[in-house]
């Protein structure tokens, strides 16, 4: 049981050092948002995995809460990021921006209520 917990354990680890290679590797902020925002909560929930065996039923609690935690709120906090990035940060490079008409908009009803 226990060769099985310590490779879920490395296969965790792994799979958070491809995605900080990842984030090293991809050129635009979106892109690395993007990388760590998809692998985090796969190395995390490998690596509780992995962990809550030999920790017995507490420390398994403990890993449990933490991890539904990181699932339910990183996809909303991944989205606001990259919402934060596409204001501020150059898009130049993308062939289609889809919030370009919204943020027109937001523009325009701000301009108006004034």
């Known amino acids: 049981m226990t060769v099985i917990a310590e490779l879920m354990m490395v296969a965790g680890a792994a799979v958070a050092v491809l995605a900080g290679?990842?984030?090293?590797?991809?050129?635009t902020?979106?892109?690395r948002i993007?990388?760590?925002?998809?692998?985090?909560p796969v190395a995390l929930l490998l690596a509780s995995l992995g962990a809550g065996p030999l920790l017995g039923i507490a420390g398994s609690a403990?890993?449990?809460?933490?991890?539904?935690a990181m699932i339910v709120t990183l996809p909303a906090?991944?989205?606001?990021l990259?919402?934060?990035v596409h204001r501020t940060a150059d898009q130049?490079?993308?062939a289609i921006d889809d919030l370009a008409a919204d943020r027109l908009a937001a523009r325009e009803s701000q301009s108006d209520a004034c």
Do not use: D
Request: include cysteine; charge should be positive; aromatic fraction near 6%.
């Open 21 to 27: 290679v990842g984030v090293l590797r991809f050129s």
């Open 77 to 80: 906090v991944t989205a606001l």
């Open 92 to 94: 130049s490079h993308l």
């Open 34 to 40: 993007q990388c760590a925002g998809k692998a985090s």
């Open 62 to 68: 403990y890993l449990a809460v933490g991890a539904a």
């Open 82 to 84: 990259l919402r934060a």
């Open 29 to 31: 902020p979106s892109a």
